[in-house]
Nanobody
Framework: QVQLVESGGGLVQAGGSLRLSCVAS????????MGWFRQAPGKERELVAA????????THANSVKDRFTISRDNAKKTVYLQMNSLKPEDTAVYYC?????????????????WGQGTQVTVSS
């Protein structure tokens, strides 16, 4: 069993930055691929970024490339999402998820554990 707790969401103006954190417990963290997903009102949940267990491999959605960066600190059992140059269309609930294969997969059905989500609101 893996527990995930996100933090760092909030209200920010367009062009601003936020850093989301997700702390994991219950399983060797380095064995978990980690992903950040988001869901805006009326829209499907989508992948934002993913990272492999070692941190060596990352993937970012085209919509956030060059603005968002996923990273992890295995000693702290924490995965981060640094979000810069935020836009109103980034407004969503952001979820952290764990993939027990360790790969950091791309589809939400491939993830086994989910956090409760944290709200990010970007005002124009």
């Amino acid at each position: 069993q893996v527990q995930l707790v996100e933090s760092g969401g909030g209200l920010v103006q367009a062009g601003g930055s936020l850093r989301l954190s997700c702390v994991a417990s219950g399983r060797a963290f380095s064995s978990l691929g980690m992903g950040w997903f988001r869901q805006a009102p009326g829209k499907e949940r989508e992948l934002v970024a993913a990272v492999s267990g070692s941190g060596a491999s990352t993937t970012h959605a085209n919509s956030v490339k060059d603005r968002f960066t996923i990273s992890r600190d295995n000693a702290k059992k924490t995965v981060y999402l640094q979000m810069n140059s935020l836009k109103p269309e980034d407004t969503a609930v952001y979820y952290c998820a764990a993939d027990t294969t360790g790969w950091g997969r791309l589809r939400q059905y491939e993830y086994d554990y989910w956090g409760q989500g944290t709200q990010v609101t970007v005002s124009s």
